[in-house]
């Protein structure tokens, strides 16, 4: 983690260079114009932001060169500008300044405001005076009100004036929701009268003058304690009894310690701004007070905490998107699973919204509440990505993991309820990475994940059955090759209905071991009938295969099965036996040929293709021939068919050419026999006539 501490210090305004904290300066110059950034600057010297409602103000008003400044300054020990006797009594104070007291707890803020009565402004002083009364009013806990001693009981005193300004401000600005603020008479130059005489005085000349003020609703005739906690202070003359006035000036100052407390001076409760507002709440007012405008303190307020809370929110934000733990877990997330993503990630959203409820601590709960929930969306908003990227790895991992299990697997052990165990892993994990300021779901990624595992799943099964298929009909193709060749050709004519018969008992052996190949899977019916049907559709091609491989030498076929009925070399007796074999042969191979010249697996499908190719060939006329050039069989799907009509002419005449050649041959073999007989009896006979002429020859050499 890194030092969140110093976290603050982005939350504060930039420092004003060279400033001097306990330097005062002008908040409101002469001309009505308020310093906003000179009271940043001050604001931020001072660390006003983080003072929460643990600060005073306290502002002094009277008229002009009655010592306001003097009293502040021994008062607070601030530095505010004194008269100086030598220039003549003419106003010092123009506007309002601001400083602050350097030794006293709470952070006290002191106002010297403009003396009223001033030659100087003219008939614009009036303006100004209750302007600055207001002012006072409106941001200060503790007003001071500077009054000679001697003025008091006076009918003409140059302090009722003032004082008339202030009440009627309070009566027409404050009446609805009135601040109950200190209202300190601080009575200067303390004749010898009784103090209490002198303060009872007071106190009814006050509330003289409060009755005395025009009343414009019901609501206003509130009393003046409604309004004001009542103070009245005497200090004896400053220049003529210096020290009686130090000590009791200091006497004074005890009671600015610890002002804020209940019951304490500057106790304006819970409706006091909180310091990090004064600046802005200030310069609103002072601008409102300006434009003449209805001073609405709780609409202020409410304004000064939205803007507040809206530059907290986005003074955080900023943070956030460079924090080095976000930065890490940020990367970290693109790359990897975090496992304890969700304790990270949480923490560091808690830190935020801790600075964020100590920030916005004293503003008003409903504006609070908001903008704590306008951040929390938009860190919500960085954070997404992030989480996504976390259970799309989470995802992959579960994914990976539910393979290797698949994998490894024997048959039995691969089933859907496997699903289960991995997803209630996965939901686990899940809740280790959750955002808890965020209503997230992983639905989706769920269903991902779920729909991954099932397509593995199905796919691998898939694999392992169809592996298994594969060496079933290796074996089916293996056991049809080479008894379907045998039935169709060599065992004489094409034996479908044996072809059937042996088609049946290798499928139903075949269909056994099927049954025990899916029963070891989680296969449903449907399933089950597709692979049946495959392997029996399978077997027939294999059928079909093998016919129209023997269709392809059919014409040898054909010839074959002549010759072993004909045979050529037999022992021929005579040209009439020759014929009389053809007769009967010649016509054989045409069971070959129609034979194969259409698949026949459906039992009961009775096809003419014999009797047409009979006819045909036997009684070759015009409308036999006819039928011959038709391109399909009349009974016989094209499908089913491996020779077709015209092609079965071709074949039939193909053989009879070498079929007559056979012939010819058996007739030439037979005249090459005859031929040798005959030599043979001429030579027999040559010897048997030479035998009795030798002897004829022999015995007349004898005689003669
Ligand atoms: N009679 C009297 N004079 C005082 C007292 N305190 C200060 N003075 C004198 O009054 C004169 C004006 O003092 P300031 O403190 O400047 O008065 P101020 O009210 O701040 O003056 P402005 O800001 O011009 O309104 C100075 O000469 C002071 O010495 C006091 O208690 N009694």
């Known amino acids: 983690m890194n030092n969140r501490g110093s976290n603050r210090q982005s939350l504060a305004r930039p420092l004003r260079a060279n400033g001097d904290a306990d330097l005062a300066f002008q908040l409101i110059d002469g001309d009505s ?34 010592g306001k400044s003097t009293l502040l300054n021994h008062l607070f020990q601030t530095k505010f500008r004194e008269m100086d006797e030598s220039e003549g009594r003419s106003q010092t104070t123009q506007g309002i300044w601001l400083a602050r007291c350097p030794n006293i707890n709470p952070l006290t803020l002191v106002m010297d405001i403009e003396g009223t009565d001033g030659i100087e402004r003219g008939e614009d002083g009036t303006t100004f005076e209750r302007r600055s009364a207001l002012f006072a009013l409106a941001v200060a806990d503790v007003v001071l009100v500077n009054l000679w001693c001697h003025d008091i009981g006076r009918e003409h005193a140059a302090s009722k004036p003032l004082l008339k300004v202030v009440f009627q401000q309070v009566l027409l600005r404050f009446s609805n929701k009135p601040r109950k603020i200190t209202l300190m008479f601080v009575i200067r130059d303390k004749t010898k009268s009784p103090e209490y005489k002198l303060e009872a005085r007071l106190r009814s000349d006050v509330e003289k003058i409060w009755d005395s003020i025009k009343r414009s609703t019901d609501s206003s005739s509130a009393p003046l304690s409604n309004f004001f906690k009542v103070e009245v202070v005497f200090l004896p003359h400053y220049e003529l009894r210096e020290e009686e006035f130090k000590s009791k000036v200091k006497e004074l100052k005890r009671r600015f310690v610890d002002s804020t407390v209940p019951g304490g001076l500057a106790d304006s409760g819970e409706e006091k701004e909180p310091a990090s507002g004064f600046a802005i709440s200030a310069e609103s007012i002072w601008n409102d007070i300006k434009e003449n405008k209805d001073l609405d303190i709780p609409a202020h307020k409410i304004l ?50 801790s600075k964020f409820d100590a920030a916005a601590f004293y503003y008003d709960e409903a504006i609070t509440a908001g903008k704590r929930k306008e951040l929390v969306d938009k860190l919500l908003e960085f954070v997404r990505p992030a989480y996504q990227d976390v259970l799309n790895h989470l995802m992959l991992q579960h994914s990976k993991k539910f393979m290797e299990v698949v994998d490894k697997s024997s048959d039995r052990k691969i089933t859907f309820s496997l699903f289960d165990d991995h997803l209630s892993k996965f939901d686990e994990d899940c809740k280790a990475v959750k955002v808890d300021l965020a209503n997230w779901d992983n639905l989706k990624e769920r269903t991902k994940l779920r729909q991954g595992m099932e397509g593995y799943l199905h796919t691998k099964r898939e694999d392992k059955i169809d592996q298994k298929i594969w060496h079933l009909e290796r074996q089916v193709k293996q056991e049809l090759l080479d008894f379907v060749g045998y039935l169709l050709c060599e065992e004489g004519d094409p034996s479908w209905w044996k072809v059937r018969k042996h088609l049946k008992s290798i499928m139903e052996s075949s269909l056994s071991k099927l049954d025990d190949i899916l029963s070891k899977c989680d296969i449903d019916e449907n399933g089950r009938r597709e692979k049946i049907q495959k392997i029996e559709q399978y077997a027939e091609e294999v059928v079909e295969a093998k016919a129209r491989e023997e269709c392809s030498r059919v014409e040898e076929h054909m010839i074959n099965k002549f010759l072993t009925l004909f045979k050529i070399d037999h022992q021929w007796s005579s040209n009439k036996e020759i ?30 293709i014999h009797q047409i190719l009979s006819v045909a060939f036997q009684h070759p006329n015009r409308r036999n021939q006819k039928q011959l050039n038709s391109t399909t069989w009349r009974r016989v799907p094209l499908s089913r068919t491996l020779i077709k009509p015209v092609e079965c002419a071709w074949f039939w005449k193909a053989y009879i050419m070498r079929a007559n050649y056979a012939i010819k041959q058996a007739q030439e073999n037979l005249k090459k026999r005859r031929t040798r007989w005959m030599r043979f009896v001429l030579l027999f006979a040559e010897e048997i006539i030479s035998i009795p002429l030798r002897a004829i020859d022999r015995v007349l050499g004898k005689l003669f």
């Open 33 to 66: 114009n308020f310093k906003s950034t000179t009271l940043n600057d001050f604001a931020n010297e001072v660390n006003l932001y983080e003072r929460g409602r643990s600060y005073a103000v306290v502002a002094i008003m009277g008229p002009q060169s009655s």
């Open 304 to 353: 000064v905490a939205i803007y507040r809370c809206s530059e907290i929110c986005k003074e955080l934000l900023d943070t956030f998107e460079t924090d080095k733990d976000w930065g890490e877990l940020r990367k970290k997330t693109l790359t990897d699973f975090i496992p304890d993503f969700g304790m990270r990630v949480n923490s560091i959203l808690n830190h935020f919204l």
């Open 579 to 608: 014929e009389a074999a053809v007769k009967d042969f010649l016509y054989a191979p045409l069971d070959i040929l129609s034979g194969l010249a259409a698949v026949r697996l459906e039992a009961g499908n009775i096809d003419n």
